[in-house]
């Protein structure tokens, strides 16, 4: 075998394949942060129509937070009887319709976000249970007076979470 034949063809074929190479890392490359513009075009112009879902999806929790909330919930449910346990049942029945209604808007909050707002909601449930099971109360009267001088007390689970709600919105905006 006659070694300058060889050395001959690799000489041709080393180059050949440098610039195969080359050539094709370059393409790659380019193809890659091609399809990377488009999808970031594309995200782009989903996110411009999704934008104004999620901030009416954070406009309806943050309704939803306040119309749950203990000080205005009182005032705006009327007890039908003075029976505390028909009031109780009625409050509760009022908070869960409102989360009914607005619960399709986790889809567009976050995960954390959305449960702030199931904690504050459940909280709310459970003063109202707890304060209903005092011996103190003995009325539907008695019952929305006893919690309302507590919500006077301590911060409204409510507020705790329309607070994270807002400052979740400033981030998006």
Known sequence: MDYSKLFE???YTLPSLITGGVAYYLFNSYFKDQQNTRRWLLQKENQKDSLPLRLQAYERMALFLE???PSKLLIRVTPNSQD???YENLIIYSIEQEFEHNLTQQIYVTDECWTIILTAKNTIIQNIRKTNMSEKVVSADKLRETILRDLLDS???CNVAL???????????
């Open 67 to 69: 119309r749950i909330n």
């Open 9 to 11: 063809i690799l000489a």
């Open 163 to 173: 607070n994270y709600l807002k400052k979740e919105v400033s981030q998006i905006i």
């Open 84 to 86: 505390k346990n028909d």
């Open 155 to 157: 911060e409204s689970p």
